[in-house]
DNA sequence: GTTTAGGAGACTGTATACAAGACCAGACAT
DNA sequence: ATGTCTGGTCTTGTATACAGTCTCCTAAAC
């Protein structure tokens, strides 16, 4: 009998592609506003143009594509105010995150978040920075998962994805404070203290906008506004 | 000189299957837990099966269709809970909305705010009930819009989509308090207090939910504030 | 009676083919 | 020189074709 029909996960071409071309386009490698032509993706990912095309798709409902009918897609462009924009956001949508996760605390979940924690600190140690990116959204989104909330958590997972696209891109990266603040969120999530957790989760935050408005004081002209 | 290359505003199939698919979810047409088989959509719809894969992608992503890889795509199913909680998620989310309306207040978003709320009062008074819920959710919409901040637009429409589901989805009818709830909401953000519009907005989603429940047929507790 | 092998049909995943729109460059007229 | 026509080329939109896999039904074996 066929042993593994669930937990196969079957790979489709599609979801490479999607995971690769969103990779590309947190990296950098991809830049704003770079042309997406599906031919040339089709071609140097070695599949079919069908692939890329579902893929553009779901990046275009993500955020991170712009596609214009008949003219083709781009990645999107992203404005000093789109990102301080998507910071308020932030702090609406995580600040719920963490007074659910608070509520609903769980054996779980803790776990989960100190797991996370766990191997964000090794990649620190490690000056993994790329690593240290991609655990910092994983813990997000662990909060977000131990919210309990289905919703919250489809919405939140392109937010946070953004959310690192923009300290990509603007070579923000966040110091040793990032991980206190990760740390103190934490426990107050474990401890059940729903107005604490969310305010460290507001309070961190906050503290990601000082650290890209700085970063953008420094490299950033204003050619346009 | 060129007369219309930008205003064209291009049809493309894909736009309008999407359009269509989700038109049929939303009103129920298309019940939840549905096979979307793409033949028979494609067929329906009298277009070939790409314009109908790449809808159902933006649709999965929007989160009114669940794929599985290999086994074909389906209606979301919303259980109680998840429709529940979608209110926790909207109370945070229209509540920053409504803030960032009233402390970004215009003319023309003010302009536009009253136009909605009048559509939707012509609508109420002719009593098409399928035209109010289209305006309810363009009159949250226009709130999100007038907030000037991109990314929660982004956000928002699927979101106020997904509310509209499942009032569709509960015949949880909203009665005329919606609407002077409504006005008071639209008034605070003319009137550029942030405060009270976040106020407004919070006690709209959660006069909503305790709609929602009553159709259900639970007993409404106070969870959260 | 229950289980298991196997095969037919159905459906998805992927590739390829064709049609139509958009861009560019050069020719031509004014 | 400016403008606009025209052809060629590039790219997207859509359709079709084929391969792989899943489901389900049937039948044989225990």
């Known amino acids: 009998m066929t042993d593994l029909t ?8 599609r979801d490479e ?8 386009i947190l990296s950098g490698e991809l830049a704003q506003g770079t042309r997406l032509v599906e031919d040339r993706l089709a071609a140097s990912l070695g599949v079919s143009r069908n692939p890329v095309r579902e893929s553009i798709r779901v990046l275009a409902a993500e955020g991170f594509v712009q596609v214009v009918p008949r003219l083709g ?16 956001v932030r702090m609406a949508i995580e600040g719920l995150a963490a007074r659910l996760a608070a509520r609903k605390r769980s054996p779980d979940s803790a776990a989960r978040l100190r797991q996370v924690l766990d191997q964000a600190r090794q990649a620190v140690d490690g000056g993994r920075l790329e690593a240290v990116a991609e655990f910092n959204t994983a813990f997000h989104l662990a909060v977000g998962e131990a919210a309990g909330n289905s919703y919250l958590s489809l919405m939140m997972k392109p937010m946070l994805q953004r959310a690192q696209w923009i300290f990509s891109q603007t070579a923000a990266a966040r110091g040793p404070h990032s991980w206190t603040e990760h740390v103190s969120l934490c426990e107050a999530i474990i401890a059940g203290d729903e107005d604490e957790a969310q305010a ?4 961190h935050v906050a503290s990601a906008r000082r650290s890209f408005l700085a970063a953008v004081g420094r490299t950033v002209k204003h050619p346009n506004d």
């Open 6 to 13: 669930l937990g196969a996960a079957h790979r489709t071409l």
């Open 17 to 24: 592609v999607t995971k690769e071309l969103r990779r590309r």
């Open 73 to 88: 897609a781009t990645v999107a462009t992203l404005s000093t105010e789109e990102g301080e924009e998507l910071f308020d």
């Open 200 to 203: 460290r989760a507001v309070a």
